[in-house]
């Protein structure tokens, strides 16, 4: 788990995202029971004890960390909200900068519209937010073999359009960093 997300943070940052929300989801499954997490999801994974204990401390670091922040009902641990908020960076960048970015983002703009005002009250955070939680949603939808409604299929693809750009700059970047 942990190596994979490692793998996931030097190749894809969107998948790094996500996939932290799902640890997050998964230690709230738990009940940031430890000892339940590593009987009935580690204790299935076909690892050596030594991987099997970094991924069980990873975890464990994980849930005492959304403990400490008061984030065991909702909400994400600032590692994942940060590269969300670094992408929402680039976007606001890019849509002023970017006439290729720009013209993906053109695409997605009905379908933001639609579920900012199907949000009612609730602050859906910035646009960016709305792109990742909507994939998250339906990667959740597909993991409990429910059908998402095809207006949402419709806008993942887009939003996913958008995030995939997103990323390309981002890793990009930092591949640059390093080189510098």
């Known amino acids: 788990m942990k190596r994979i997300a490692e793998r996931k943070k030097q190749e894809n940052i969107v998948e790094y995202i996500l996939y932290l929300y799902r640890m997050e989801d998964l230690i709230r499954a738990y009940k940031f029971d430890i000892r339940e997490i590593e009987k009935y999801v580690l204790g299935h994974e076909r690892i050596n004890e030594r991987d099997r204990i970094e991924n069980r401390d ?13 984030i065991k009902e909702k909400g994400h641990l600032p590692e994942a909200q940060g590269w969300v908020d670094e992408l ?34 609730q602050n859906p955070g ?3 937010q709305l792109f990742i939680n909507t994939l998250y949603g339906l990667l959740l939808s597909k993991l409990s073999g429910k059908n998402a409604p095809e207006d949402i299929l419709e806008a993942a693809a ?7 750009y997103l990323n390309a700059v981002l890793m990009k970047r930092k591949a640059n960093t390093y080189l510098n």
């Open 126 to 128: 910035h646009e960016v």
């Open 88 to 121: 929402a960076k680039i976007h606001w960048e890019l849509i002023k900068e970017d006439p290729d970015y720009f013209a993906i983002y053109k695409k997605t703009q009905m379908h933001l519209l639609l579920l900012i005002s199907e949000a009612g009250d």
């Open 158 to 164: 887009k939003f996913g359009d958008a995030l995939a």
């Open 58 to 70: 990873w975890l464990e670091k994980m849930a005492k960390a959304m403990a400490d922040l008061g």
